[in-house]
């Protein structure tokens, strides 16, 4: 497997042999087809950061997040929160400069 | 390392999420165009009411021929949430200038799609955004047209109801 991105908490594989994606929550580690990966991607991306530091719109300052057709449920602080955007971009730009680089 | 994302993807992936907005956009316009429908049936615009269905229908299609080419081409289109439209008007000119300036709002956003194209080199989704490039331009012109009657022929009583009749042809 090729590492893409380890941030704090989290990190990114590629699997060539499967053609899948990894990503390592720490705990667990999840496999993704690229249509999932992309799924996460968009869910995380939602997530309004802004609200984790008003009592009004996030008293409790974690996200629950149903990944993979809900196959996997995850609870995230806000720092995990703050990590999971940065390896999510992070992960895209390097899939993207690999693109760059195989053509 | 391979090129899975290629593999999966026809499309590059920030081209894809502003297709993604852009079909937001698709859908609050039809939404938007529903509203107007509604104002000018409940106001006697009977031709106006139906040329306004017509045009949602038609955002509709656009908002479809977008999601269907994202997940045609590896993707993931999703489905928009729709909310903020207004439904109070003070006359028909305001509803069709308003119209107007919604169809300037898309044009824009579709070129900077195909701007964003041009720079990664996503040349397949530049050529499937010609087909908007071309319809929006005749989308505004149509508006530009009938904006024009209310200059000719001016808003109150029976103009009104003369435009409204020659909304029939539009």
New interface residues.
Partial sequence: M?LLYKSYYFASY?C?HS???YIDFGHKQVKLS??QL??IR?KVQAIDLSSHFDKDLNYSGIEILSLCNREHLFVFDTLQVIDLKQLLKAT?GV??L??LV?? | ?????????GIN?DVMDLLNEQISKEAHSAAVYLAMASWCDHNGLVYSAEFFYKQSAEEREHMLKIFKFINEN???A?SPEVSNINHEYNSLQEIFETALDQEIQITKSINNIVTKCRKVQDYGSENFLQWFVKEQMEEENQFRRILEMFDLMGTDGIALKLIDERIKHE
């Fill in positions: 090729n590629q060539d053609r899948s994606f690229f249509c992309l799924a968009q895209f899939l993207e690999n693109s195989a053509h | 390392m391979k090129d899975i994302v290629r593999q999966k993807i992936v590896g993707g993931t999703y």
